[in-house]
Protein backbone atom coordinates (compact mmCIF):
# COMPACT_ATOMS: atom_id res chain seq x y z
CA UNK A 1 0.00 0.00 0.00
CA UNK A 2 1.39 3.61 -1.08
CA UNK A 3 2.01 5.79 1.82
CA UNK A 4 -0.33 9.03 2.15
CA UNK A 5 1.11 11.63 0.51
CA UNK A 6 2.46 15.23 1.50
CA UNK A 7 -1.18 16.53 -0.08
CA UNK A 8 -3.42 14.19 1.41
CA UNK A 9 -2.22 14.10 4.80
CA UNK A 10 -2.26 18.00 4.98
CA UNK A 11 -6.06 18.25 3.70
CA UNK A 12 -7.13 14.77 5.91
CA UNK A 13 -5.48 17.12 9.05
CA UNK A 14 -7.37 20.24 7.91
CA UNK A 15 -10.23 18.34 7.32
CA UNK A 16 -10.19 16.62 10.70
CA UNK A 17 -9.71 19.71 12.65
CA UNK A 18 -13.18 20.58 11.10
CA UNK A 19 -12.02 23.29 8.25
CA UNK A 20 -13.81 22.79 4.91
CA UNK A 21 -10.72 23.07 2.09
CA UNK A 22 -10.30 25.55 -0.45
CA UNK A 23 -8.42 24.91 -3.39
CA UNK A 24 -8.29 27.86 -5.68
CA UNK A 25 -6.56 27.26 -9.26
CA UNK A 26 -4.34 30.00 -10.87
CA UNK A 27 -2.95 29.83 -14.43
CA UNK A 28 0.77 29.25 -14.61
CA UNK A 29 2.55 32.15 -16.49
CA UNK A 30 -0.62 34.85 -16.29
CA UNK A 31 -0.05 37.68 -15.57
CA UNK A 32 2.90 37.47 -16.86
CA UNK A 33 5.38 39.04 -14.03
CA UNK A 34 2.94 38.44 -10.69
CA UNK A 35 1.33 34.78 -10.91
CA UNK A 36 4.41 34.00 -8.39
CA UNK A 37 3.14 37.28 -5.74
CA UNK A 38 -0.90 35.58 -6.40
CA UNK A 39 0.27 32.03 -5.61
CA UNK A 40 1.95 33.35 -2.04
CA UNK A 41 -1.21 36.30 -1.80
CA UNK A 42 -3.96 32.78 -2.18
CA UNK A 43 -2.07 30.97 0.49
CA UNK A 44 -2.16 34.29 2.91
CA UNK A 45 -5.36 34.95 2.11
CA UNK A 46 -6.50 31.07 3.67
CA UNK A 47 -5.52 28.61 0.92
CA UNK A 48 -5.10 24.98 2.04
CA UNK A 49 -3.43 24.06 -1.34
CA UNK A 50 -3.30 25.66 -4.86
CA UNK A 51 -3.74 24.45 -7.78
CA UNK A 52 -1.39 26.19 -10.57
CA UNK A 53 -2.23 25.24 -14.43
CA UNK A 54 0.58 24.82 -17.18
CA UNK A 55 -0.90 26.48 -20.06
CA UNK A 56 -1.82 24.18 -23.22
CA UNK A 57 -2.20 25.06 -26.49
CA UNK A 58 -5.56 22.61 -26.83
CA UNK A 59 -7.20 22.45 -23.49
CA UNK A 60 -10.24 20.13 -23.78
CA UNK A 61 -11.56 20.55 -19.60
CA UNK A 62 -10.86 24.39 -19.88
CA UNK A 63 -13.51 26.99 -20.66
CA UNK A 64 -13.48 30.47 -21.98
CA UNK A 65 -11.69 32.03 -19.23
CA UNK A 66 -9.11 29.93 -18.30
CA UNK A 67 -8.67 29.47 -21.96
CA UNK A 68 -8.10 33.37 -22.22
CA UNK A 69 -5.53 33.15 -19.53
CA UNK A 70 -3.75 30.19 -20.85
CA UNK A 71 -3.59 32.06 -24.16
CA UNK A 72 -2.28 35.05 -22.81
CA UNK A 73 0.42 33.50 -20.83
CA UNK A 74 1.62 31.20 -23.79
CA UNK A 75 2.09 34.50 -26.24
CA UNK A 76 3.89 35.62 -23.56
CA UNK A 77 6.20 33.23 -23.92
CA UNK A 78 6.01 30.79 -21.25
CA UNK A 79 6.93 27.47 -21.07
CA UNK A 80 6.45 24.13 -18.72
CA UNK A 81 10.22 24.40 -17.77
CA UNK A 82 10.08 28.05 -17.23
CA UNK A 83 6.85 27.58 -14.65
CA UNK A 84 8.14 24.78 -12.63
CA UNK A 85 11.32 27.05 -12.34
CA UNK A 86 9.83 29.60 -10.90
CA UNK A 87 7.65 27.58 -8.55
CA UNK A 88 10.63 26.10 -7.31
CA UNK A 89 11.21 29.95 -6.06
CA UNK A 90 7.85 30.41 -4.53
CA UNK A 91 7.82 30.33 -0.58
CA UNK A 92 4.20 28.98 1.12
CA UNK A 93 3.35 26.95 3.40
CA UNK A 94 1.00 25.08 1.37
CA UNK A 95 1.04 22.24 -1.05
CA UNK A 96 1.17 23.11 -5.00
CA UNK A 97 -0.63 20.86 -7.29
CA UNK A 98 0.38 20.86 -10.91
CA UNK A 99 -2.93 20.37 -13.55
CA UNK A 100 -2.05 20.38 -17.03
CA UNK A 101 -2.66 17.90 -20.08
CA UNK A 102 -1.34 14.67 -20.42
CA UNK A 103 0.95 15.70 -24.03
CA UNK A 104 2.91 17.68 -21.80
CA UNK A 105 3.51 15.08 -19.65
CA UNK A 106 4.23 12.58 -22.77
CA UNK A 107 6.49 14.47 -24.25
CA UNK A 108 8.81 15.30 -21.47
CA UNK A 109 8.84 11.41 -20.28
CA UNK A 110 6.89 10.31 -17.20
CA UNK A 111 9.66 10.05 -15.06
CA UNK A 112 11.01 12.77 -16.42
CA UNK A 113 8.22 15.19 -15.67
CA UNK A 114 7.32 13.50 -12.37
CA UNK A 115 11.08 14.32 -11.44
CA UNK A 116 10.90 18.14 -12.66
CA UNK A 117 7.40 18.41 -10.57
CA UNK A 118 9.25 17.06 -7.25
CA UNK A 119 12.26 19.67 -8.03
CA UNK A 120 9.96 22.34 -7.93
CA UNK A 121 8.51 22.00 -5.17
CA UNK A 122 5.21 20.20 -5.98
CA UNK A 123 3.02 17.75 -4.41
CA UNK A 124 0.69 16.65 -6.47
CA UNK A 125 -0.24 16.49 -10.24
CA UNK A 126 -4.22 16.59 -11.96
CA UNK A 127 -3.97 15.21 -16.01
CA UNK A 128 -7.82 15.41 -16.88
CA UNK A 129 -7.62 14.02 -20.08
CA UNK A 130 -5.30 10.60 -18.93
CA UNK A 131 -8.30 7.89 -18.37
CA UNK A 132 -8.46 5.82 -15.10
CA UNK A 133 -7.70 2.54 -18.04
CA UNK A 134 -4.60 4.14 -19.76
CA UNK A 135 -3.34 5.59 -16.07
CA UNK A 136 -0.76 3.26 -15.06
CA UNK A 137 2.29 4.08 -16.94
CA UNK A 138 2.29 7.51 -15.33
CA UNK A 139 0.90 6.69 -11.88
CA UNK A 140 3.84 4.07 -10.99
CA UNK A 141 6.64 6.87 -12.72
CA UNK A 142 4.46 9.74 -10.03
CA UNK A 143 4.35 7.09 -6.70
CA UNK A 144 8.14 6.64 -7.26
CA UNK A 145 8.65 10.14 -7.14
CA UNK A 146 6.53 10.74 -4.29
CA UNK A 147 4.02 12.86 -6.63
CA UNK A 148 0.65 12.45 -5.83
CA UNK A 149 -1.94 11.43 -8.80
CA UNK A 150 -5.31 13.58 -8.34
CA UNK A 151 -8.19 11.72 -10.38
CA UNK A 152 -11.41 13.35 -11.45
CA UNK A 153 -14.67 11.92 -11.23
CA UNK A 154 -17.50 13.01 -13.57
CA UNK A 155 -21.06 12.90 -12.52
CA UNK A 156 -21.93 11.08 -15.51
CA UNK A 157 -19.67 7.97 -14.08
CA UNK A 158 -21.49 5.04 -12.98
CA UNK A 159 -21.89 3.59 -9.15
CA UNK A 160 -19.14 0.64 -9.82
CA UNK A 161 -16.65 3.35 -11.62
CA UNK A 162 -16.31 5.48 -8.65
CA UNK A 163 -14.45 3.41 -6.30
CA UNK A 164 -12.03 2.27 -8.41
CA UNK A 165 -11.23 6.04 -8.74
CA UNK A 166 -11.19 6.88 -5.17
CA UNK A 167 -8.68 4.02 -4.89
CA UNK A 168 -6.26 4.97 -7.48
CA UNK A 169 -6.87 8.63 -6.37
CA UNK A 170 -3.92 10.58 -4.75
CA UNK A 171 -4.25 13.60 -2.79
CA UNK A 172 -8.02 14.04 -3.21
CA UNK A 173 -10.41 12.73 -5.57
CA UNK A 174 -11.38 15.66 -7.48
CA UNK A 175 -15.51 15.19 -8.26
CA UNK A 176 -16.81 17.69 -11.35
CA UNK A 177 -19.49 19.24 -10.30
CA UNK A 178 -21.57 19.80 -14.10
CA UNK A 179 -20.91 17.96 -17.26
CA UNK A 180 -19.26 20.36 -19.18
CA UNK A 181 -16.14 22.59 -18.99
CA UNK A 182 -15.12 24.33 -16.82
CA UNK A 183 -16.45 28.55 -16.02
CA UNK A 184 -18.21 30.76 -13.96
CA UNK A 185 -22.45 29.72 -13.41
CA UNK A 186 -25.12 31.90 -11.92
CA UNK A 187 -25.85 28.72 -10.02
CA UNK A 188 -24.66 25.71 -8.36
CA UNK A 189 -25.45 22.49 -10.40
CA UNK A 190 -27.64 19.99 -8.73
CA UNK A 191 -25.32 17.42 -9.52
CA UNK A 192 -22.66 18.77 -7.99
CA UNK A 193 -23.82 17.83 -4.73
CA UNK A 194 -24.92 14.29 -5.96
CA UNK A 195 -21.46 13.56 -6.93
CA UNK A 196 -20.09 14.71 -3.74
CA UNK A 197 -22.30 12.50 -1.93
CA UNK A 198 -21.58 9.50 -4.32
CA UNK A 199 -17.91 9.88 -3.63
CA UNK A 200 -17.97 10.43 0.02
CA UNK A 201 -19.96 7.00 -0.13
CA UNK A 202 -16.97 5.48 -1.04
CA UNK A 203 -14.31 6.96 0.30
CA UNK A 204 -12.77 8.58 3.65
CA UNK A 205 -9.85 10.53 1.28
CA UNK A 206 -10.82 14.03 0.94
CA UNK A 207 -13.64 14.98 -1.29
CA UNK A 208 -13.55 18.28 -3.23
CA UNK A 209 -15.73 19.67 -5.92
CA UNK A 210 -14.70 21.70 -8.47
CA UNK A 211 -16.38 22.97 -12.02
CA UNK A 212 -18.79 25.55 -11.55
CA UNK A 213 -18.35 26.58 -7.78
CA UNK A 214 -18.09 30.21 -8.76
CA UNK A 215 -18.75 32.26 -5.46
CA UNK A 216 -18.94 32.09 -1.69
CA UNK A 217 -22.72 30.71 -1.02
CA UNK A 218 -22.43 28.33 -4.10
CA UNK A 219 -19.20 26.94 -2.13
CA UNK A 220 -20.84 27.08 1.00
CA UNK A 221 -23.35 24.88 -0.42
CA UNK A 222 -21.46 22.49 -1.97
CA UNK A 223 -19.81 21.75 1.29
CA UNK A 224 -22.27 20.88 3.13
CA UNK A 225 -21.64 17.55 1.46
CA UNK A 226 -17.96 17.36 0.15
CA UNK A 227 -14.70 18.14 2.51
CA UNK A 228 -13.97 21.26 0.31
CA UNK A 229 -14.18 23.34 -3.02
CA UNK A 230 -12.05 23.84 -6.10
CA UNK A 231 -12.56 27.34 -7.44
CA UNK A 232 -10.61 28.29 -10.84
CA UNK A 233 -12.34 30.25 -13.52
CA UNK A 234 -14.04 33.00 -10.53
CA UNK A 235 -10.30 33.37 -9.54
CA UNK A 236 -9.19 33.97 -13.22
CA UNK A 237 -12.06 36.25 -13.88
CA UNK A 238 -11.51 38.70 -11.46
CA UNK A 239 -7.67 39.32 -12.63
CA UNK A 240 -9.02 39.56 -16.36
CA UNK A 241 -11.54 42.29 -15.19
CA UNK A 242 -9.98 43.55 -12.42
CA UNK A 243 -6.05 42.37 -10.64
CA UNK A 244 -4.26 40.33 -8.83
CA UNK A 245 -5.40 41.89 -5.53
CA UNK A 246 -8.38 41.38 -6.30
CA UNK A 247 -8.48 37.82 -6.84
CA UNK A 248 -6.42 37.29 -3.70
CA UNK A 249 -9.62 39.56 -1.88
CA UNK A 250 -12.28 36.95 -3.80
CA UNK A 251 -10.36 33.99 -2.34
CA UNK A 252 -10.64 35.66 1.39
CA UNK A 253 -14.23 35.85 1.14
CA UNK A 254 -14.61 32.19 -0.28
CA UNK A 255 -12.94 31.81 2.69
CA UNK A 256 -14.89 33.85 4.96
CA UNK A 257 -17.66 31.95 3.59
CA UNK A 258 -16.63 28.18 4.62
CA UNK A 259 -15.17 29.15 7.89
CA UNK A 260 -18.80 30.45 8.81
CA UNK A 261 -20.42 26.58 8.18
Known amino acids: MTAVGTLERHLRQRRDEGRKLLLPYITGGYPTDEWPRLIEGLAAAGADAIEIGIPFSDP ?19 SPVEILARLSEVEVDVPLIAMTYYNICFRMGHERF ?22 TPWAEAADQAG ?14 RLPRIAERARGFVYGVGLV ?3 GERDELASS ?13 KPVLI ?28 KI ?19 DSI
Open 180 to 182: GIT
Open 192 to 204: AIEIAQRLKNVTD
Open 240 to 258: IDGSVDEAIDFVGSLRAGL
Open 60 to 78: VMDGPTIQESSTLALGAGI
Open 147 to 160: IETVLLAAPTAPDE
Open 114 to 135: ASALKEAGVSAAILPDLPLEEL
Open 210 to 237: GVGVSSPSQAVEVCSVADGVVVGSAVIR
